[in-house]
């Protein structure tokens, strides 16, 4: 099967930065795209930001100009880099990817990390 693993949530002040880490892993043939979501208690999940495997990407816009997303493809993994956050970013942010994955048969299926804290206090 494939994995997602996410890091590098954690507390920050209000105009802090953190950046996100999400890597795949197992059998997968080629990453159509992968993104980010995040869901707040009492709210709807939402997408924050996505990238192609051509390096097209849309972002939410309230994080537009605040947030960056890349990826290396060489290493399965995408990035989030989160800047002068604010506590309304508080949420469990989720790594998701559309891949083709030999265990499927080629099949473009959704996969999903199990989501790391990102907290805005001060």
């Known amino acids: 099967q494939v994995q997602l693993v996410e890091s590098g949530g954690g507390l920050v002040q209000p105009g802090g930065s953190l950046r996100l880490s999400c890597a795949a892993s197992?059998?997968?043939?080629?990453?159509?795209?992968m993104g980010w979501y995040r869901q707040a208690p009492g709210k709807q999940r939402e997408l924050v930001a996505v990238?192609?495997?051509?390096?097209?990407?849309n972002y939410h816009d309230s994080v537009k100009g605040r947030f960056t997303i890349s990826r290396d493809n060489a290493k399965n993994t995408v990035y989030l880099q989160m800047n002068s956050l604010k506590p309304e970013d508080t949420a469990l942010y989720y790594c998701?990817?559309?891949?083709?994955?030999?265990?499927?048969?080629?099949?473009?299926?959704?996969?999903w990390g199990q989501g790391t804290q990102v907290t805005v206090s001060s």
């Open positions: 990238i192609t495997s051509g390096g097209g990407t």
């Open positions: 197992g059998s997968i043939f080629s990453i159509n795209a």
């Open positions: 998701n990817a559309l891949i083709r994955s030999y265990y499927s048969d080629y099949g473009l299926r959704n996969y």
